[in-house]
Antibody, heavy 117, light 107 residues
Framework: QVQLKESGPGLVKPLETLSLTCTVS????????WSWIRQSPGKGLEWIAY???????EYNPSLKRRLTISLDTSRNQFSLTLRSVTAADTAVYYC???????????WGQGTLVTVSS | DIQMTQSPSFVSASVGDRVTITCRAS??????LAWYQQKPGKAPKLLIY???NLHTGVPLRFNGSESGTEFTLTISSLQPEDFATYYC?????????FGQGTRVEIK
């Protein structure tokens, strides 16, 4: 059974760096493609980034200059780093597994990140 | 970026009703569209991918179709567990984008 779980700080100060990790169980991370998505409180869904099992990545242009994602196959995890955060980055962050490059078929439960001093 | 416009934004329906949700793309593309269901406080769940392919375990009352730049999600007979918010998502080109959502509520 494929399971994903996000972890990271629930509170980040403005202009600091947000780091999140997605721990995957039930499947090898190296065999699939992975994404990050976020949802601001009471709002819709925003795709953040995608990473293939070969390490190639695509980023949302609106976040690209502040964003890095990576895979850690030894730990079966993938991660997100978002720099210089503002209140606009407050959201529930989800990690998800891709069906290739078509859809997101398994999602983590999500983790709420609040940007506030 | 491809903008996805869902309609309606809100549906009030009864158990047993047929519900249709539409997603229109700002640029034409075929096939690479998915539909998700999200309940309050939960992660979205994939219903349909590739415009019309039912994800594993999704009930047959859910159906996806496409016509030109318009994509449709139909729930043939609404069940109590179907009251939720539904989102479309295009995977034709990066950045992937979602519709704004359609909330289906009990009439």
């Amino acid at each position: 059974q494929v399971q994903l779980k996000e972890s990271g700080p629930g509170l980040v100060k403005p202009l600091e760096t947000l780091s999140l990790t997605c721990t995957v169980s039930g499947v090898s991370i190296s065999g699939h493609y992975w994404s990050w998505i976020r949802q601001s409180p009471g709002k819709g869904l925003e795709w953040i980034a995608y990473m293939s099992n070969s390490g190639s990545a695509e980023y949302n242009p609106s976040l690209k200059r502040r964003l890095t994602i990576s895979l850690d196959t030894s730990r079966n995890q993938f991660s997100l780093t978002l720099r210089s955060v503002t209140a606009a980055d407050t959201a529930v962050y989800y990690c998800a597994r891709n069906i290739g490059m078509t859809a997101l078929n398994y999602w983590g439960q999500g983790t709420l990140v609040t940007v506030s001093s | 970026d491809i903008q996805m416009t869902q309609s309606p934004s809100f549906v009030s329906a009864s158990v047993g009703d047929r519900v249709t949700i539409t997603c229109r793309a700002s640029q034409g593309f075929r096939t690479w569209l998915a539909w998700y269901q999200q309940k309050p406080g939960k992660a979205p769940k994939l219903l349909i991918y590739g415009a019309s392919n039912l994800h594993t375990g999704v009930p047959l009352r859910f159906n996806g179709s496409e016509s030109g730049t318009e994509f449709t999600l139909t729930i043939s007979s609404l069940q109590p567990e179907d009251f939720a918010t539904y989102y479309c998502q295009q995977a034709n080109s990066f950045p992937w984008t979602f519709g704004q959502g359609t909330r289906v509520e009990i009439k």
